[in-house]
């Protein structure tokens, strides 16, 4: 055996992954992107084919439970999340005693956390409690962001219709109205390609708080942490701000150079999975070119002009495509919803692949742990310490 005074030589030092860029740490069966044909498919159906046939309560009952609802599961299901959609007067409270400048995804993350608290049943880890406490969020969600929403236009909040669907229900709560089939299907189709996208960071930091076997709504909480950031889902918001800050279309060419050579990060482009485009945009494209189509309004062209010169300079100075943030920010802002809301929809939408993944991290449960090559100080003598008087 070798001493170990020669062992440390013939360690190899360790190779690192610095954002666990490639490395594979689990399985899943909830979603794969398939790199040959660009495609990404939840539960084995194409993305594509769930937006253009399904409803979005239908793609949430396909994450949570592995397939399709029947028509009977699919009533059962809608009746239940549409009786869970109103706010108890503790939330609604809480909801006014946030100050107006803190950011809507600071206060869905307070509301998540505030929803544990009350919840006698936060700990209880079954499958059966974590199915409700996830069809209590998915059904919540969208009614405090449409409260919040309204009270930072000094409005007051109006109550879920359970005879709407969850898209459709979302705008009466946000605006009084339901805008017409087409607008309604734009964003239905956002929630559907936002729902879910395997070990993205905001699902791996649901996964890594479970896998100490904590409970959903502390994993959810630090979720919405992890997208709020602008280099995930905060970049639907900071699109919208980029497009504002170019303004002319004209400039989008100019506009570029300058944010490259200064180094900027251009939001709503580049992707760590996809290097050749992100496989949700040509649908949330599509939707979005039957917005800008329907409006006839020359600031509405302005807008979707500026969208296309701007893909077109990164896209031809760089090869780096848009993300589905590219498109689906514009889209929100057309169809009315302020920019700070644009994340929490996000939320809306993704709370259902986070909880599938909640779920399946119990399934097989494996803390995570992972390790760091350490390359501060060797080790050394505390200095005495300097008497006091
Ligand atoms: N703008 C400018 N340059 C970019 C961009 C971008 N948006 N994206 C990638 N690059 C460049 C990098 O500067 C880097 O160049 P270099 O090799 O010369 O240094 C190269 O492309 C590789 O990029 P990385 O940042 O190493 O790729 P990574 O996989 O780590 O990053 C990320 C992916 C974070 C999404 C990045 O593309 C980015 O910051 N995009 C803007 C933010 C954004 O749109 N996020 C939304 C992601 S999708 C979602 O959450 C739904």
């Not at 360790?14 to 490395?23: M, Q, S, T």
């Not at 009614?143 to 007051?156: E, I, N, S």
């Not at 639907?236 to 180094?263: C, Y």
């Not at 599509?286 to 300079?313: C, G, K, N, W």
Request: hydrophobic share 40%; net charge negative.
């Amino acid at each position: 055996a070798p001493s170990s005074a020669t062992a440390p030589s013939s360690v190899t030092a360790p190779e690192i992954h610095r954002g666990l860029a490639g490395v594979v740490v689990d399985t899943t069966e909830i979603s794969t992107v398939i790199q040959e044909t660009n495609s990404l498919t939840y539960r084995g159906y194409a993305v594509q084919d769930l937006a253009a046939h399904r409803s979005f309560e239908e793609v949430a009952y396909l994450l949570w439970h592995g397939e399709l609802p029947d028509p009977a599961q699919l009533a059962a299901f809608q009746a239940r999340e549409r009786a869970l959609r109103p706010l108890d007067r503790s939330t609604l409270e809480l909801l006014t005693r946030l100050p107006d400048t803190c950011h809507p995804m600071d206060v869905l993350r307070t509301a998540v956390s505030f929803f544990g608290a009350e919840d006698p049943l936060e700990d209880d880890g079954t499958l059966a409690a974590n199915r409700a406490k996830s069809l209590t969020l998915l059904a919540k969600l969208p009614t405090v962001v449409a409260a919040d929403q309204r009270r930072r236009r000094g409005l007051a909040p109006i109550g879920p219709d359970p005879e709407l669907g969850y898209a459709e229900n979302f705008f009466h709560m946000c605006f009084g109205t339901v805008p017409e089939p087409e607008v309604v299907r734009c964003f239905e189709i956002s929630l559907t390609l936002y729902a879910e996208h395997s070990f993205n960071a905001s699902t791996f930091t649901a996964r890594v708080v479970t896998s100490t076997l904590s409970d959903l709504y502390s994993a959810v909480t630090a979720a919405i942490g992890a997208l709020k950031g602008p280099l995930h889902g905060g970049a639907n918001e900071a699109v919208m701000h980029m497009l504002n800050e170019i303004g002319d279309p004209q400039r989008a060419g100019d506009w570029l150079d300058e944010a490259l050579a200064s180094k900027r990060k251009i939001m709503g482009f580049g992707h760590r999975v996809y290097k050749h485009g992100d496989s949700r945009v040509p649908i949330m494209q599509e939707a979005l070119d039957r917005l800008v189509s329907r409006a006839a309004d020359p600031e509405v062209t302005r807008l979707a002009t500026l969208h296309a010169a701007l893909r077109h300079a990164m896209v031809t100075r760089k090869g780096i495509h848009p993300n589905l943030d590219y498109s689906a920010g514009l889209a929100y802002h057309l169809m009315g919803f302020d920019i700070p809301v644009f994340t929490p929809i996000f939320v809306m939408s993704r709370i259902t692949g986070w909880t599938a993944h909640i779920t399946e991290q119990l399934s097989h449960n494996a803390l995570i742990r992972p390790l760091a090559s350490y390359d501060g100080h060797e080790q050394r003598p505390v200095p005495a310490a300097v008497s006091r008087v």
